[in-house]
């Protein structure tokens, strides 16, 4: 959640009244979720997905009047709520978390910080990474190497999803190798990181779609860059699984050692 920017400083005054009337909803909302939740019963939680389906199609489909951002910065506060109740989600599961952001790229699709959570949530949790590939590339065609800056974080992400969950390594090598091009046009030292690492990881598929090391080193992204302790703790497992060594350095850095052969 840390990671979490919104972006309410691209608001001007003249926005003020509408986003006054969003967040006059947004409190509506959020009471009227309280009453939903407060009884827990599973027959009940699973019986509001069909309103809560209906009221993301609406959104979705209500004209923004020239404040996309507004309302995708609102799409997403109500997926933090969604993703965030535990409970809940353990009786309906994640299913309507496509929906989310299918309103959230739509409207805003250079938001980066959102990207992770759709990884996550949709391939991960809701298990359709088909869905979270397909948003990532809708969203890539509003992106360019520096266009937003780190934009190229979206082709990791993807490239992760078509490797770990989808098993399309030729496409995760393109998506990979496409990261560490757009990354290269930097040379701030994140960025020559991040080029270097996934040139690795392209080179890693391309002598071996089935490569161990580049399936450690997608997971070693879920895990640096997971949104819950739930992923953190899965990609740990797969890490290890994999044949990886995880240590922890006295500064708390976490370090991953890949196997010897591949």
Not at 177 to 198: L, Q
Not at 217 to 235: E, I, K, Y
């Amino acid at each position: 959640m840390k990671r979490i920017v919104l972006s309410l400083q691209r608001l001007g005054t003249p926005v003020v009244v509408v986003f006054c009337l969003l967040v006059t909803a947004a409190v509506q909302l959020q009471q009227l979720n309280k009453l939903k939740y407060q009884n827990t019963d599973s027959a009940n939680l699973k019986h509001e997905l069909a309103p809560e389906k209906l009221r993301l199609e609406l959104l979705r489909q209500t004209p923004t009047f020239g404040f996309k951002n507004i309302v995708a910065d609102w799409a997403f506060l109500n997926f933090l709520q969604y993703f965030g109740d535990e409970p809940a989600r353990r009786v309906t599961g994640y299913i309507l978390s496509p929906d989310y952001f299918e309103i959230i790229v739509e409207r805003d699709p250079k938001f980066l910080n959102i990207y992770p959570f759709l990884s996550t949530s949709v391939s991960l949790y809701a298990a359709r990474p088909e869905q979270s590939v397909s948003l990532m590339e809708k969203g890539l065609k509003s992106l360019a190497p520096n266009a937003p800056p780190q934009s190229y974080y979206v082709w990791r992400y993807k490239g992760i999803d078509e490797l770990l969950f989808l098993g399309d390594s030729q496409a995760a090598q393109h998506s990979f190798a496409t990261a560490a091009e757009w990354a290269s046009t930097n040379s701030n030292p994140e960025s020559k990181n991040i080029a270097a690492i996934s040139r690795q990881t392209a080179q890693f598929l391309a002598r071996n779609p089935e490569s161990e090391s580049a399936q450690i080193s997608a997971w070693m992204m879920v895990l640096s860059n997971a949104v819950d302790d739930r992923a953190r703790q899965l990609a740990a497992k797969r890490i290890q699984a994999l044949g990886g060594k995880i240590t922890i350095t006295p500064q708390g850095e976490v370090k991953v050692q890949l196997p010897k052969a591949d």
